[in-house]
C-alpha cells in the first residue's frame, strides 16, 4: 500500500511540474488556459459553445481542448462556434494530464489565442488532482444533480476558484434547493464565486465571458482585445 501511495504522489508531483512549466509558456504566449471540471453530463459543452460563439462575436481569440475517453463528438459540436478546437481523446484514461495538454497544444494553438478553454474528461474525482496548466479552475454543478455534490466530491471543489450552477432552466422542474447547493459549496470552499448559468436560455453567458476576460486581463497585466 505504502509503494502505491509514493507511485501516486510521484506521479502527480511529475505532473505538477510539467503543468506548471505550461503555464509559464502560456503566459509567456500571452494565453490564459481555464480548467473545467464536472460530472459527465453536467453541460460543460453546452455552455462553452454557447460562450465561444459570444466570444468570436466579441472579436475575443479563444480556443478550446475537449477530453473524453472516446468520441470527437464535442469537438465537433464545440467547433460550430467558429473558433479553433481540438479533441483529446484519452482512450480510457479518466482524465486529463499535462502532458496531454502540452502534446495536444503543440504545433496546433492557434498565436494570439487569448483564453484556452479545456473541458476536462465528465469526472468529479481523477480530475481534480491533476493541475493542467491552468490559471482559473471553474467547476460546474447542474441542478439536476442534486444540492449536495460539493459535500460529496470535496476535492474538485476545494480547488475551484468560480463555481458555475448550470441547467438553471431546469430548476423548478426537479425542484433544486439553490439555498442547500450553497451551503453545501459553503462548507467546503467558504465564499467562492458562484454563476448561475443556462445553456439553454442563454442566461449567465455574459457574465461568465465576462469574468474570464477579468482573469486574462489580471493574469496577463494588461487589457485583452
Ligand atoms: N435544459 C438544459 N439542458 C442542458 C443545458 N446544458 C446542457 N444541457 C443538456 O444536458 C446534456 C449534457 O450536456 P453536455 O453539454 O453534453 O454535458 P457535458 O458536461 O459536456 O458532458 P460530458 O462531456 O459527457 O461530461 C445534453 O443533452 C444537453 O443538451 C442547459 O443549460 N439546460
Ligand atoms: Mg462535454
Not at 96 to 119: C, F, I, K, N, Y
Not at 202 to 220: H, I, N, P, S
Request: aromatic share 4%; net charge negative.
Amino acid at each position: 500500500m505504502s509503494r502505491l501511495i509514493e507511485l501516486r504522489t510521484a506521479v502527480l508531483a511529475h505532473n505538477d511540474d510539467l503543468a506548471s512549466a505550461l503555464r509559464a509558456d502560456l503566459l509567456a504566449a500571452g494565453t490564459v488556459a481555464v480548467n473545467l471540471l464536472s460530472s459527465p453530463g453536467s453541460g460543460k459543452t453546452a455552455l462553452l459553445e454557447r460562450l465561444m460563439t459570444t466570444a468570436v462575436g466579441q472579436g475575443l481569440p479563444v480556443a478550446a481542448l475537449t477530453g473524453d475517453l472516446a468520441t470527437e463528438n464535442d469537438a465537433r459540436r464545440l467547433q460550430r462556434s467558429g473558433a479553433p478546437v481540438r479533441q483529446v481523446v484519452t482512450d480510457g484514461l479518466c482524465h486529463l494530464e499535462a502532458d496531454l495538454v502540452r502534446d495536444h497544444l503543440s504545433g496546433w494553438l492557434p498565436s494570439g489565442t487569448r483564453l484556452l478553454l479545456v473541458e476536462n474528461v465528465g469526472n468529479l474525482v481523477c480530475p481534480a488532482s491533476y493541475d493542467l496548466g491552468e490559471s482559473l479552475r471553474v467547476v460546474l454543478a447542474s441542478v439536476t444533480e442534486g444540492e449536495d455534490k460539493p459535500v460529496k466530491y470535496p476535492t474538485a471543489y476545494r480547488w475551484a476558484d468560480v463555481v458555475v450552477l448550470t441547467k438553471i432552466d431546469l430548476a423548478e422542474a426537479c425542484a433544486f434547493d439553490e439555498q442547500a447547493f450553497l451551503a453545501a459549496v459553503r462548507d467546503v470552499r467558504g465564499d467562492v464565486e458562484v454563476l448561475r448559468t443556462s445553456a439553454r436560455t442563454g442566461e449567465g453567458v455574459d457574465a461568465l465571458l465576462a469574468r474570464l476576460r477579468r482573469t486574462a486581463d489580471e493574469v496577463l497585466g494588461g487589457a485583452v482585445p
